[in-house]
Structure formats: structure tokens, C-alpha cells
């Protein structure tokens, strides 16, 4: 039962970790319409400018705030500078450019901070060697429990957002049909900027929270949360909070029992197999994840 027990709190905390940059795709696909596959480096860059405010003397808390006000600055920007002029010519060619934008942060984050062992990143929450929960003998560490209440927030905030404003409207309108959308008076280009700037405050977010987990931050930071956190999105629906949260946790709890109960199959190498596996069975089921909203096209 213990060994039960500490597996799933380990798989509860990766996803977590995994549900916080999904939900920051579900927020770029739900008033866009377009997968943002620099959305892992946007926030490693992210957490590079907080790191660098820390060291300027600012307290952690109010360096993450500036930096996720500085990510709503770099996605809205990126939005209105590259990405729309791309996507009137070219739906695709977002593609091309998120994964362009990708590769040159990644470059730019590694030529600005060339250090090759990393950079010390403190905690958001305690992480000092006793502070843990201990439930029926398996241990919960607090700094996994804090990312977790982050992701649960989250989710309620973006559930509130989508629902229950006229920004959530919008979003939902402009990526259906953008033209209809402005025909009716919807700001599009705001809303526009406004989901990439939103997605990328969180990715600023989840950026700080994965660098004070691990301890030390690097231009590699994000790369594997990132294709987990894009299975997760893609599992849970990608225009679903709600699903990209509990796709992340199911998929961290999957790949933690695998892995600790089939070690001579699995083993911690080929956690993702689980994943990747997973999303492949749902999608011929489901396409649209287990929790996406259906689309019906006239013809």
C-alpha cells in the first residue's frame, strides 16, 4: 500500500507539472486555433528573466510576477508581429513559425546565459529536507502539493474565463470563424494577442515552478515537460482545461506505476511510451480527446 501510495503521489506531482504548460496550449488553441509548439521555450526564456531579477535583488515572488507580465508582453507581441501576418497567408504556417520560434529562443536563451551547468533557481514553496507530508507511510513533499493547488487554480480560473466573460466568448468565436467575428464587432486582434499573452504568462509561471522543483534552470528546461504537457492537452482535449489538467495527472500517475511495477519493461526510460501509447488508443476512439468538444462542419 505504501509503495502503491508514493507512486501515485509522485505521479500526481509530474502531472501536475505536465497540466500547468498544457493548460497554456489549451489557452492558445481556444482563441486561436493554432498549437503553439515554442510555448515550452517562451517559458524557459521566461524563467531566465526571472532568475536574472532574482539576482538583481528582487524577492522570488515579485521577480515571478514581473516575469509573467514580461511573458504576456513576449506572446502578445509575438502574436501580433509574426504569427498573425504568417496565419492570413498561411494557417500551416504557424507551424513552421512556432517551431522556428522555438529553436531561436532556445539559442538565444543559450547564448545570453552560456553557463553549462545551469543557474541555481530557488522555490516558490518549502523544500528544505523535512518538508513533506507523510500519508500511510509515502511521503508528499510540499513543493509538489503548492504545484498542484497552482494547477487545480488554474483550471477554476480558466473555467471562469471561457465560461463565464465576454473575453471567454470571444476567444471561442475568433477561433471558429475570425471573419464572422469581426463582422460582429469582436475585437479579434486583441483577442488575439491577448490568448498568446495569457498562455505565455502562464508558461512564465510554470517555467518558475519546474526551475525551483529542479533546482537549477537551462535552455533544456522545458523540452521534455513540454511533450508531455503536449500529450496532455492533446489526451484531455485541446480546448478543454479541465481536460488538459486531468490528462496530465492521469498520465503522470500512469507512467510513475509502469515504471515502479513493470521496471524490467518500462523502466524510467520509456515512461513516455506510456503516454504517447495512451493518447495514440483515445485519439482512434475519440479524436477530439476524452474531454474536447466535438466540431460538426456543414457542407
Not at 7 to 32: E, N, P
Not at 74 to 93: C, D, F, H
Not at 152 to 168: A, I, S, V
Amino acid at each position: 500500500m505504501e509503495r502503491l501510495l508514493q507512486y501515485v503521489f509522485d505521479g500526481l506531482s509530474f502531472g501536475a507539472i505536465y497540466a500547468l504548460l498544457a493548460l497554456g496550449l489549451v489557452v492558445v488553441f481556444r482563441g486561436t486555433g493554432h498549437l503553439n509548439f515554442a510555448q515550452g521555450e517562451m517559458a524557459m526564456f521566461c524563467t531566465f528573466i526571472i532568475w536574472q531579477i532574482t539576482e538583481w535583488g528582487v524577492p522570488l515572488v515579485f521577480a515571478v510576477l514581473i516575469g509573467m507580465v514580461f511573458g504576456f508582453l513576449l506572446g502578445a507581441g509575438i502574436e501580433a508581429t509574426v504569427i498573425r501576418s504568417v496565419a492570413k497567408k498561411s494557417p500551416g504556417g504557424v507551424f513552421v513559425v512556432s517551431i522556428a520560434l522555438f529553436l531561436g529562443l532556445n539559442s538565444l536563451a543559450s547564448m545570453i546565459w552560456d553557463r553549462s551547468e545551469g543557474y541555481t533557481m530557488k522555490s516558490l514553496f518549502p523544500n528544505k529536507p523535512l518538508d513533506f507530508v507523510r500519508i500511510l507511510g509515502a511521503e508528499w513533499r510540499y513543493k509538489y502539493i503548492g504545484v498542484l493547488i497552482v494547477a487545480l487554480m488554474l483550471m477554476g480560473l480558466l473555467f471562469l474565463l471561457f465560461l463565464k466573460t465576454k473575453f471567454g466568448l470571444a476567444m471561442r468565436s475568433v477561433a471558429s470563424n475570425p471573419e464572422s467575428a469581426r463582422l460582429v464587432g469582436v475585437p479579434s486582434g486583441l483577442v488575439l494577442a491577448a490568448s498568446w499573452g495569457i498562455a505565455a504568462s502562464m508558461g512564465a509561471l510554470s517555467g518558475a515552478l519546474v526551475g525551483g522543483i529542479n533546482g537549477q534552470i537551462t535552455p533544456s528546461l522545458m523540452f521534455s515537460v513540454f511533450i508531455y504537457a503536449s500529450a496532455a492537452a492533446t489526451l484531455g482535449g485541446l480546448d478543454s482545461p479541465g481536460g488538459a489538467v486531468i490528462a496530465g495527472l492521469l498520465i503522470g500517475v500512469g507512467e510513475q506505476l509502469a515504471a515502479g511495477f513493470a521496471p524490467g519493461w518500462i523502466g524510467q526510460d520509456l515512461k513516455l511510451s506510456v503516454a504517447l501509447i495512451s493518447i495514440f488508443v483515445v485519439l482512434l476512439v475519440k479524436p477530439s480527446g476524452l474531454f474536447g468538444s466535438l466540431k460538426v462542419e456543414r457542407v
